[in-house]
């Protein structure tokens, strides 16, 4: 279910806020964008300025919204069949919506938009003997850069095969995919498809997925703890998955006792293993490593003996070098070996849960501690942080902590975490150029700073429905960039940035108001 879905089934909320004007009346058209006839049914949401509306389009492809406050807003529209609504010429799944600027003054308002046919893929799932699987599904995704720069598989919403092992996807944006094959025990192993692409419009047919004919054995697992007397965890019973080696997704999950048992037949190969007790104890996680290569496999699970961690977060303004104890924030430890993708609204395959280790807020004096982080590399956030308040620094044991990531070694090792939080005090608008008016609306704008080592001075914002921004930073030297739509966090990868790096505008910034700029959006490589 993607972001618009969801709001749809908590219903729309609208604020009012008498300081701002009222547009009396919102309204316009969609249309298809290959036969210009009306698209009637289409689930609309309009989202900005503090409120929220919803409609759906009558026979005619017309929609209204009344008594909307003015300002900046996102109109999202989606309808099986066709690609989410977009700003013209985007290319990207993840590019939905169309920035708008509503005034009071300028009374009712109308708008025509058009909305692509999706693409499609169809295709076969065959078993080793060339008969049809029934209940596979068939999972297309496309590769996107995550928050920390790394390419990696972003999978959309699939479709089961029939009786005839057939299957079809609909509602796809133009573009390469890749497919993933899951079978009726979401254990089989099949031979992927090869990468098709897809037109706006059309229909690509997949080669036959082939279930393949490799060798199977029993998995079977049971959990240790030796913090324990007889080496018995403190729950009868254990959480698990089982991922196949360098995937992300799942095949098997599941609650069995810690005494062992049984999770299925899985083909010969290497998995890892993901595990925890249901209860939140200090030493209630765990991973390992399995090799399947018989017909019966007893894997014995060790809980790790867990580090705690303490810190504190200082605020330091120039007024106050010493630093003042900051109290209510969160620290969050999130698995980097995982997909760190903070995309709004995705919770498909391959997105990274929300869970991890968390501290307790910070207390009065700053201080907080995390307890039971288990061996394996995490990245660090703050919840809590203000827009205008950044990671200055970031310490542990007393050295400088590199784009905010941690390696935890085995051992329960006390680590001493340290961040002071800065303030971004300059401020740079500007506005977005190119030859094609529709390209500066809903544009990806990219501070990064000269030493881009520094993480955290990474300033990302979108432009409005007038190709106008506003952001905040801290005084520096930077460059600017501007793209029409961009995969994930692409400009935190050195590779993909190497064709940009001469293009980008370079900018000195000071504190408090800067000059105004313009950037020209450049095109993706």
Known sequence: MNFLSA?????????QNPEKEIVPRYSGQILDA???APIDSVRLLLAGSGQTAQTVTDKEGKFSFEKVLSGAYTLYGEKDGYCNLSVEQRRLPESTGIPLILAGSAGSSESVFLMLAGGAISGRVLDSRGDPVRGARALPFYMRYDDLGRLVPRYLDGADTDDRGEYLIQGLVSGV?????IGTQNTDLFERPAAVTVEAGGIVKSPDAILLATQNGQLRLRLFDDSQPNRRPQSPVFLFQVLR?????????GTIP???ESVGRLAFGNYEI??????STSAAWGRTAVTLNRDDVLADLLLQRPSEISGRVLTKYASDPIGVPLAGLQTRFLDASALLDSAPGDTRPGKTSPDGFYSLPSKDDGTFVVAGVLPGLFRIDLLGLTPLQYVAEAEVNGQKLQRRLLQIESGGRHHELR????????????????FVPSQTRGATIALIPDDRSQADLFVVVKSDGQGAFELNAVPGAFHLYAWTELP??????EEFMKPYDAHGLPIRLESGQNGAVRVRVLEVQ
Not at 7 to 15: C, I, K, Q, T
Not at 177 to 181: A, D, S, T
Not at 245 to 253: D, K, R, T, Y
Not at 488 to 493: K, R
């Open 7 to 15: 709001m749809f089934l908590l219903g729309g909320v609208l604020f």
């Open 34 to 36: 290959t036969t210009r």
């Open 177 to 181: 995919y890749g497919l993933r094959i």
């Open 245 to 253: 080696e360098g995937e992300s997704m799942p095949i098997v999950s």
């Open 258 to 260: 810690v005494t062992g």
């Open 274 to 279: 993901r595990f925890r007790l249901p209860t």
């Open 419 to 434: 961040f002071v939080i800065g303030e971004r005090t300059a401020i740079l608008r500007g506005s977005v150029e190119s």
């Open 488 to 493: 994930g966090a692409a400009y935190m990868n």
